[in-house]
């Protein structure tokens, strides 16, 4: 296995990543149209899944997130980047790959979270609501990502910089 595969592996799950949010968020938007009896069992399905079956993904999705997070934030310490979310959206002299690299990393764990939420709306509520699964994804993985991400990056800069002072 080659140096490029690993990349190229990764540049395909983060655009599948992607195109699954768009086609879910477009099948979604054509199923079930938007009105205020749709918004409310939105929410209402959202925070039933704490107390329903499969729980624990609750914590599997947030720890998964985590670990993609660890390596991630080192390595933008190391590197000397500033903060990941900020720099990525509103830096102009940060790299433009910026977001690409966070997607990459988060891919994965997305992609978890989708499949998860899937699974436990057949299980529960024997149908299935596309954009309800996105969103879950996004409470559950990506929020948590950038959230550590950031975190990482403080201690690990903190770390770094009292390692050098000694």
């Known amino acids: 296995m080659t140096v490029a595969q690993p990349i190229d592996f990764s540049r395909i799950l983060s655009w599948l990543a992607l195109a699954l949010a768009a086609v879910l968020l477009a099948l979604g938007a054509y199923r079930y149209g938007w009105s205020v009896e749709i918004h409310r069992r939105f929410w209402a399905d959202i925070f039933e899944r704490v107390h329903g079956p499969m729980s624990f993904r609750f914590y599997l999705q947030p720890t998964m997130a985590l670990i993609a997070a660890v390596p991630d934030g080192i390595r933008d310490t190391r590197l000397g980047h500033k903060s990941f979310f900020w720099s990525a959206w509103w830096d102009r002299s940060a790299p433009a790959g910026r977001l690409r690299e966070g997607l990459a990393s988060i891919a994965r764990v997305m992609l978890l979270g989708i499949s998860m939420d899937v699974i436990y709306q057949f299980k ?14 996004l409470l559950l993985a990506v929020i948590p990502y950038f959230v550590f991400r950031w975190i990482v990056e403080r201690v690990a800069s903190w770390w770094l910089g009292r390692k050098e002072g000694a």
């Open 124 to 137: 529960a509520l024997d149908r299935f609501y596309p954009v309800e699964a996105l969103m879950m994804a």
